[in-house]
């Protein structure tokens, strides 16, 4: 990463804890870089990428705990390497010409049976070590997209992003069938699933109205979900909500508009909730979803505080 952002190369980096992925560069590059190329640094000077951004990858650099010359490699054996390679796949980011290069001392380099690979497995087409470059001149086919049969509900968790991506596929019409989907649907029919209130707000002209920008007076518990589809029910929307697990605890429609509010207990709640419905998709139309910010006491009559209010601006936090 030190030698890309002094090339004003822009890098992508996954973080953890919700699992993100965010574009860190040090362009122009200057004797002020240093601080970007930190953890920290990154975290205050990267802005996320989300599903819509358009970002085309040219080189994949993923770790390995041991490599061979023919390209295949093992990680830690959480899988996470490959995953990312399926979701930047899915995303457009990448493509089978891309070349993958992992980085190793010369003691990681042995041989590997192809009997432990799987059709999920991404082999890389350069090894470096402190002494050679290898050009393994690996045909074994990448992967293609994410096989959704191999991920858990517990990794679904983990990632919020990679919730986002399922339910584009679904609704593509793609099967998107989980691991253990089959045992939980199973279990499900004992427990309600959480109550939504849909609160309709009054009629107005048919025209979606952008989700206008207010002043702040603190964080709030209110996400606004924009550019709804003239003919979107509120039923499809508290579908994907439980589907995304964003479920709030009370939800405002205001389909006339094209707009809807969800509230959530906590800041905290809408923050995740923010994160967890980037590139949600109702038909064709890709919605917009941005924290509502209170307006400020004294821009109204009387000190009081109104009902958070939408904002639609894109959400920069790292959630």
């Known amino acids: 990463m030190p030698c890309a952002c002094r090339r004003a190369r822009v890098c992508l980096l996954r973080a953890p804890r919700p699992w993100t992925v965010r574009g860190a560069s040090c362009s122009p590059p200057g004797k002020h870089s240093g601080p970007r190329l930190c953890s ?21 650099v993923v770790g390995s705990v041991a490599v061979s010359e023919k390209g295949w490699r093992i990680g830690k054996g959480e899988g996470y390497a490959d995953l990312e390679y399926a979701m930047m796949v899915s995303m457009g980011a990448v493509s089978p010409e891309t070349p993958v290069v992992t980085i190793v001392h010369d003691c990681q380099v042995i041989d590997i049976p192809e009997a432990l690979l799987e059709d999920h497995d991404l082999t ?8 050679r470059v290898i050009a393994t001149g690996c045909e074994r086919p990448k992967p293609t997209g994410i096989l959704w049969s191999k991920i858990s509900w517990e990794v679904m968790g983990k990632i919020p992003v990679l919730q986002s991506l399922r339910h584009r596929e679904k609704q593509a019409g793609k099967d998107v069938t989980l691991r253990d989907e089959p045992r939980r649907l199973l279990g499900a029919s004992s427990q309600q699933p959480a109550h939504l209130t849909a609160v309709r707000g009054p009629r107005d002209p048919p ?12 964080p709030t518990g209110t996400v606004c979900v924009g550019n709804l589809p003239r003919d979107a029910r509120v039923s499809e929307l508290k579908r994907a909500l439980r589907e995304l697990g964003a479920v709030p605890q009370r939800l405002t429609w205001q389909g006339p508009r094209g707009r809807a509010l969800l509230h959530y207990q906590a800041p905290a709640s809408a923050q995740q909730a923010v994160s967890r419905l980037q590139g949600l ?10 924290l509502a910010r209170r307006q400020r006491a004294s821009d109204l009559p009387g ?17």
């Open 207 to 218: 025209l979606p109205e952008p989700c206008p920008a207010q002043g702040e007076d603190g």
């Open 281 to 290: 998709r109702l038909g064709a139309a890709t919605l917009t979803v941005a």
């Open 303 to 319: 000190g009081r505080v109104q009902e958070p209010q939408p904002d639609c601006r894109p959400a920069v936090a790292d959630l």
């Open 40 to 60: 920290q640094g990154v975290r205050n000077y990267s802005s996320p990428v989300g599903l819509d951004s358009r970002v085309l990858v040219d080189l994949v």
């Open 124 to 131: 890389v087409d350069y090894v470096l070590t402190p002494t």
